[in-house]
């Protein structure tokens, strides 16, 4: 063999695969029957194949089962229709979405540049008012979001009776409670989407408030920080953290009453709750603990768009697990109140600093626009509270509840089975339970539902052995939807990134968004799913697909934190700089590339992460 | 000036810096070190010295006889005057404090390091007895002094500074009576550089504000000022101190001090050292925080010369050489005017090339 050149010729333009190029894991195909029509990419007329599309694997980075995309249909429907039908963003609109292979892919809609001159006296009309009335507006949609969930508690699935109540006879009411299983079902779904519809409501409009903010910010000062940025504006003491806060002064009272025996054994809920009601102190400990369930226990270690996704109120051995480890900490000396005051006085510091170097004019924009930003930017992270942990947790304890019902009827054998159905298809099934049990005959489903879900489930477990690609298609030559930055942390380099770990030859360092300020050593904890929080030690780096805000406990404990994907406001981000910690988001590949026991150096100033053995 | 004045103050000893007792010079040293902007390790030898030197040994009386009747305009009995003063002052015993707090000092700043290290003597005036800042920054400047002896023979040569011709003539012709004229000296630690450079505290290309940019080589730093070498250049973010931008420059080769020469040789850099960057990320935010300081503290955009001496303990090895007000580059947004704190006086304009000099060839 003659040698050859070394040097490769230039590449082309280099492109993620095309959706059609994908490789169906083995097991999984049919996949596209299972999930509504339209949300494949098989039944449009193949211009998606060209398109871009990026994965957004932060909200939902494991495969859809069917019933479970309703939460991406309300809420990248809700997104979208905030831009293009509520505010006329002048130059974006919504985000198109597919599932392809399980996984949800994304493409922002832009609005043609002829158009975005006429939307901007509307767009100010809508947006002015609601930045001249967000305190007002703000109370309001507490109101009304805090409404929706009180209706949505109120309902109620329970199994048909033998036999309709002699009362209704008499009254004759000629119904025979069949309707309110319909109507309840029916009602779930709408609650579920009036809330996602409220979710949007402030949350655009937070973000464009700061992104305003940011890009006045990038123009006066070029090439300054995104973090710089997101300091100068998130809120410092948000109810994001009040769960978390919660269990942090349960413990503290727990070691005020002596109390930390009774926490020998916490997945033991209702033995360690007896054990601190039988103690000296513990009926104190106890009515506290009760008030802060309502409703900061409405909250889920995943990130509130699955069914699988445990909340604090009905899995209490996480609670009562990270209060023990608090006790574990407050005993060893350690603080486990997030250093508030540090963190105000920096802010100050970043904000002085930044608005000494202008001039009077550009001095009085920077402080119009902080403000703003300052104002609107805490719904952002607080809303999360409202909607995806309250409202989700209740939409996914009624969804179980119907599933019950479903199983007392000989449809499935566990109330989860239901998640295989579509949402269409729950309601075709409550159409059948019902038919079968008004005309005292075998309904269908028991004799098509558990083959069928076996067959789902097969197929479901198929898809999940495979990761996502994080793009489709050629990339645009520069990515400028700012939405799709901030939020997803998806910029040319970023995307250029991905493109080049594909490639042979890569040496392995992983970089990403430096979202949080900090260098740091230490033993690498890939985490998976939340299941395997359990598993974090002290002084850890956390390395994750992605992170919930949930897992708040966790962040006391760890050094720095690695995610695959999330940009400079990704919960993640947004954690670490609260609890100071150095966070380097939007890797791509963090959890793929690096394992667990490995050494690694995260460097949150410069967003790089390097394996050291 | 009072008699429990002391004969000698270290620059890193805190106090306040007075002009009166530690001349322009010191008193800049004192109050850059108390500023968190630390310069090469080094004591004054205060005017309170001197005049004690002068008032023990009567020289102060002989002095005042022989200016008395001087006419500045005959300049063979003035150049004799001076003459005979100076060698007065290079040649009377000092008064045995006076010398024994000197001594003390130079043996307390070697203690500091683990082998004799060569030091630099000059001159701090309370300005306005001589005529121009220049004239005495500049004249009266020995480096790479090593050993007691020399030191105290330099320390004599500063104090005579006071009385060359041109001084004489100048003070009788401005009117400015020799009653009080004092002289501080500064001994200070020549600075061994393993790394140096520049910092502007902007971004000199645009003007921007919000930035820092450093320039950084290995060695002493004049080939860095000189552009013979390639260095590192670094772009920060000014309040976040994170890295913006950096290139890795070539850096092919170092100016290292060769002690025993009393000189600096250029020596090649090994390939590995070349590229990559020469500071670790510590030390780029240590100098970028140094020269925010300077910034603050003189009110204005500065650019300032920077190193590392490897012979200071880890951590406290960055020192500052110079800073002076960056005019060259004058941002849209920089509208302040400079103001120099008053305790300062003269000592932003003397800072400029003074404790740069420090690293520097011997002037032959």
Redesign the interface.
């Known amino acids: 063999m003659t040698a050859a050149p070394t040097q490769p010729v230039t590449a082309p333009m280099k492109s993620f695969p095309k959706p059609s190029q994908l490789t169906v894991p083995e097991g999984a195909e049919g996949w596209e029957k299972l999930y509504p029509y339209n949300l494949v990419f098989q039944n449009l007329s193949g211009a998606e194949d060209e398109k871009f599309w990026f994965c957004d694997s932060q909200h939902w980075p494991a495969v859809f089962k069917p019933f479970e995309t309703i939460g991406g249909e309300f809420a990248v429907k809700c997104l979208g229709q905030y831009n293009t039908r509520h505010l006329l963003i002048p130059p974006a609109n919504g985000i198109e979405f597919k599932i392809h292979l399980g996984y949800l892919y994304m493409s922002p809609v832009g609005v043609p540049p002829e158009q975005v001159a006429a939307r901007v006296p509307e767009f100010e009309r809508r947006a002015g008012h609601y930045f001249q009335n967000w305190d007002s507006l703000l109370e309001q949609w507490k109101i009304k979001v805090r409404a929706t969930i009180d209706e949505m508690e109120a309902l109620s699935f329970s199994s048909l009776p033998d036999m309709v109540p002699f009362e209704d006879i008499v009254t004759g009411k000629a119904k025979d409670g069949s309707e309110v299983l319909m109507e309840n079902y029916d009602r779930l779904i709408q609650l579920c989407y009036q809330n996602w519809q409220y979710h949007f409501e402030f949350l655009n409009l937070g973000y464009l408030a700061y992104l305003d903010f940011f890009g006045f910010c990038k123009e006066?000062?070029?090439?300054?920080?995104d973090?710089?940025i997101a300091k100068m504006v998130q809120g410092v003491d948000m109810e994001l953290f009040r769960p978390d806060d919660e269990l942090k002064k349960l413990a503290k009272l727990a070691v005020e009453h002596g109390l930390e025996a009774a926490f020998s054994d916490t997945d033991d809920v209702e033995g360690t709750l007896a054990r601190i009601a039988a103690a000296d102190g513990g009926t104190a400990w106890v009515a506290q603990y009760e008030a802060a369930q309502d409703p900061w226990f409405n909250f889920t270690v995943g990130n509130g768009f699955y069914g699988h996704d445990k909340y604090w109120l009905e899995h209490q051995e996480i609670p009562l697990g990270y209060i023990k480890d608090y006790i574990r900490r407050l005993g060893e000396g350690h603080e486990i109140m997030r250093p508030v005051d540090q963190l105000i006085a920096e802010k100050d510091r970043?904000v002085e600093?930044?608005r000494d170097?202008?001039?009077e004019e550009?001095r009085a924009a920077f402080d119009a626009k902080r403000g703003l930003a300052a104002t609107a930017y805490p719904y952002v992270e607080n809303h999360n509270f409202y909607i995806e942990h309250w409202t989700m947790g209740v939409f996914w304890r009624k969804v179980r509840e119907l599933g019950q019902v479903f199983v007392d009827a000989g449809f499935w054998g566990d109330r989860h089975d239901m998640l295989y159905l579509t949402r269409g298809e729950v309601r075709d099934a409550i159409f059948d339970l019902v038919t079968g049990w008004a005309v005292g005959a075998d309904a269908t489903g028991p004799h098509y539902w558990p083959a069928e879900i076996e067959r789902r489930r097969g197929i479901i477990d198929a898809l999940s052995t495979a990761r996502p690609q994080p793009a489709l298609n050629t990339p645009p030559a520069e990515i400028t939807e700012p939405f799709t930055m901030m939020l997803y942390g998806i910029t040319t380099e970023q995307v250029q990134q991905w493109l080049a770990d594909g490639e042979e030859g890569h040496d392995g360092s992983i970089t990403g968004m430096?979202a949080s300020?900090g260098?740091v050593e230490g033993i690498a904890r890939v985490v998976h799913s939340a299941d395997q929080l359990g598993e974090v030690q002290e002084g850890d780096i956390l390395v994750a697909t992605i992170t919930a805000p949930s897992w708040g406990p966790i962040f006391g404990k760890i050094k720095a934190t690695v995610t695959d994907i999330g940009g400079m406001m990704s919960h993640a981000a947004i954690v670490c700089r609260e609890y100071g910690l150095p966070a380097v988001t939007g890797t791509g590949n963090g959890s793929t590339t690096i394992r667990t026991g490995q050494r690694v150096r995260v460097?949150g100033?410069?967003g790089r992460v390097e394996i050291l053995d | 000036m009072t008699t429990d004045a002391p004969y000698v103050r270290f620059f890193d000893e805190g106090g306040d810096p007075t002009v009166e007792l530690l001349g322009g010079k010191c008193a800049s040293l004192v109050s850059m070190t108390g500023a968190g902007m630390p310069v090469p390790p080094g004591f004054a030898i205060t005017t309170a010295a001197y005049d004690a030197f002068v008032d023990a040994t009567g020289i102060r009386d002989e002095i005042s006889h022989k200016l008395a009747t001087l006419d500045a305009d005959h300049v063979s009995s003035v150049d004799a005057a001076s003459a005979t003063i100076r060698d007065h002052l290079t040649s009377r015993p000092m008064p045995e404090p006076v010398r024994a707090a000197i001594v003390a000092a130079y043996q307390s700043l070697q203690d500091r390091f683990s082998s004799p290290v060569p030091v630099a003597v000059r001159s701090s005036a309370t300005a306005e007895d001589l005529p121009g800042a220049s004239f005495a920054g500049q004249q009266d400047t020995y480096l790479w002094v090593t050993g007691l002896d020399s030191v105290l023979h330099h320390v004599r040569e500063c104090w005579a500074s006071l009385y060359t011709s041109r001084a004489i003539i100048y003070r009788l012709r401005n009117d400015i009576p020799d009653l009080g004229l004092s002289m501080a000296v500064a001994v200070q630690k020549m600075v061994n550089s393993s790394v140096s450079g520049v910092a502007i505290t902007m971004?000199p290309t645009?003007g921007?504000?919000?930035?820092i940019t450093i320039d950084a080589s290995y060695g002493v730093g004049e080939m860095v000022v000189s552009g013979q070498v390639t260095p590192d250049n670094i772009?920060l973010?000014?309040?976040?101190l994170?890295?913006?931008?950096e290139t890795i420059g070539d850096k092919h080769a170092e100016l290292v001090p060769d002690a025993t020469a009393g000189d600096l040789v250029e020596v090649p850099v090994d390939p590995e050292r070349r590229t990559r960057r020469c500071l670790t990320?510590d030390e780029v935010v240590a100098v970028a925080t140094m020269a925010k300081r300077a910034e603050k503290h003189y009110g204005c955009p500065q650019d300032i010369e920077w190193a590392y001496d490897s012979d200071l303990p880890p951590g406290e090895g960055l020192l500052l050489l110079q800073s002076r007000p960056e005019t060259v580059h004058s941002a849209?947004?920089a509208?302040t005017t400079p103001s120099t704190p008053s305790t300062l006086g003269p000592a932003t304009g003397l800072l400029s090339g003074i404790t740069a000099s420090l690293t520097n060839r011997n002037p032959s």
Do not use: H
């Open positions: 006066v000062f070029p090439g300054i920080p973090l710089a970043v600093e930044y170097l202008l001039d550009q430096a300020p260098v460097d100033n410069t | 971004n645009t921007d504000r919000s930035k772009l973010d000014k309040v976040m994170s890295i913006v931008s990320d849209p947004a509208t």
